[in-house]
């Protein structure tokens, strides 16, 4: 019926909602190690993946190329997740990666410091200042992983269907009312336009992933949009012969598509 992104604070019981609300209507669960493992699966190297698990922006900015790299195996993996529909993925951008998606709901998780504080050193058994600086990495490493890849302010509300302050409200009233929303809000139709775009969006970055993976073309920026059989590339390349290779070899690989170019040419890129 719908798929739901959740976004949380480091110790705003995010993650025990999230997999309540899975439980509730027998949805997939995807997590961190889940999403990881999918990562992994398409190709990402295992020993390169912690150097992009919520880093600072200025890291992520030093290593364009990677950067890139991860970016596009992360978008795959959420898209696969996503097109399998009835699911609740968690974290890395997924709320932004599919927020355009009609049978999509975002829900953002958040507590009281001090709360969260005291929660922490309970979960981790150590004092004060330790669960206080742990937080603060935690939430200063979100924040730049949002904008170092997604020019994204995690603190923007307008980005949510749904916000809760869980400083005082039980994980099982919080689940079973998202629970409600859920059923009430997404229906067959939604659930069939959603269904329609995730599935285009994964044809452009598989094509994406295809010209840059396995034909090494150096096309900068790349994307791929879909409009009904129509595939449009987009993006900056140093010439016309490059453009000409990627129509080329997307029409030989996808034969049933439209295939069109919007990449610019910059000789001096």
Known sequence: MA?????????????????????????????KKEIERRIIELGFPKEKLAKFDEKKAGFLTALTHARDEY??????????AASEN?????????????????????????ADKLLRTERLQKTLQCDFKTAS?????????QKSFHKGFFNF???????FD????????????????????????????KE???????????????????????????IQFLRASLKNKTIILHGCASSQKIVDQAVTIVEAELPGYEIKSSISVAHDF
């Open 71 to 80: 970016l596009n195996f992360l978008l795959t993996a959420i898209l696969e």
């Open 162 to 189: 749904i916000q809760v302050n869980t400083s005082f409200l039980e994980v099982d009233s919080i689940s079973q009312s998202i629970t409600a929303l859920v059923k009430s809000q997404v229906s067959a139709q």
């Open 3 to 31: 798929i739901i992104t959740i976004s949380r604070q480091i110790a705003s019981l995010g993650d025990e909602i999230s997999a309540k609300i899975a439980q509730n209507l027998g949805y997939k669960f995807f997590g």
């Open 86 to 110: 009835n699911c609740v993925i968690v974290g890395r951008g997924s709320f932004i990666i599919l927020k355009k998606l009609e049978n999509h709901l975002s829900c953002r998780f958040t």
């Open 133 to 141: 600086k742990k937080i603060a990495e935690s939430e200063n490493l």
């Open 153 to 159: 302010d995690i603190h923007d509300p307008l980005m």
């Open 192 to 218: 069939e336009m959603g269904q329609k775009k995730v599935d285009e969006m994964l044809v452009g970055q598989r094509v994406v992933n295809l010209l840059v993976f396995v034909y090494n073309l150096e």
